[in-house]
T-cell receptor
């Protein structure tokens, strides 16, 4: 298996622009997680899905952030409008039972 | 509130020595713990896990110890190698079920291996 796939790997955008991050989980996994990692706050869980249904979005910073999972093999995290403080590495992870497997991350820079 | 924290931000060891990375947790209801390794520019990689009904679990060159009395978790790496240099995170499952759910990560410990 190719593991969790994320795109793009790097994204540089200007404040106010819309940003869409993409994730393809490991085939057969029924949980999908979105995390954000910064030096100041470490790894933060933003939202997670089970069988394509959002279970807990309490970690989503504010209404500018939204996530969808239209099918078992694809999820998006959207930031609109983006702000410089959104600059971070965003990870997607998936799991079938207990162990979460992480993707390589998307490094987002908002200027 | 609940938190998962690491005692030391940086650990420097000599190649070939054993490494011990520590982690404290505060939620006594948590029943599943994981150690991840994160190399520069990569996502966290699963190393080993342990459930609360166990005190010790061994993998290849790694051992995790769980002390529920003092809510302490440790990762031991035997014969540390340069490739072990990374940031190590402990994570705690907050669902209480041992199943997937929220993982709360500690801040991480940087392991530096000196040749």
């Amino acid at each position: 298996d190719a593991g969790v796939i994320q795109s793009p790997r790097h994204e540089v955008t200007e404040m106010g622009q819309e940003v869409t991050l993409r994730c393809k989980p490991i085939s057969g996994h029924d949980y999908l997680f979105w995390y954000r990692q910064t030096m100041m706050r470490g790894l933060e869980l933003l939202i997670y899905f089970n069988n394509n249904v959002p279970i807990d979005d309490s970690g989503m910073p504010e209404d500018r952030f939204s996530a969808k999972m239209p099918n078992a093999s694809f999820s998006t995290l959207k930031i609109q409008p983006s702000e410089p403080r959104d600059s971070a590495v965003y990870f997607c992870a998936s799991s079938l039972y207990s162990t979460q497997y992480f993707g390589p991350g998307t490094r987002l820079t908002v200027l | 509130g609940e938190s998962v924290g690491l005692h030391l931000p940086t650990l420097s060891v000599q190649e070939g020595d054993n490494s011990i990375i520590n982690c404290a947790y505060s939620n006594s209801a948590s029943d599943y713990f994981i150690w991840y390794k994160q190399e520069s520019g990569k996502g966290p990689q699963f190393i080993i896990d342990i459930r609360s009904n166990m005190d010790k679990r061994q993998g290849q060159r790694v051992t995790v110890l769980l002390n529920k009395t003092v809510k302490h978790l440790s990762l031991q790496i035997a014969a540390t190698q340069p490739g072990d240099s990374a940031v190590y995170f402990c994570a705690e499952n907050m669902s209480g079920s041992g199943n997937t759910g929220k993982l709360i990560f500690g801040q991480g410990t940087t392991l530096q291996v000196k040749p």
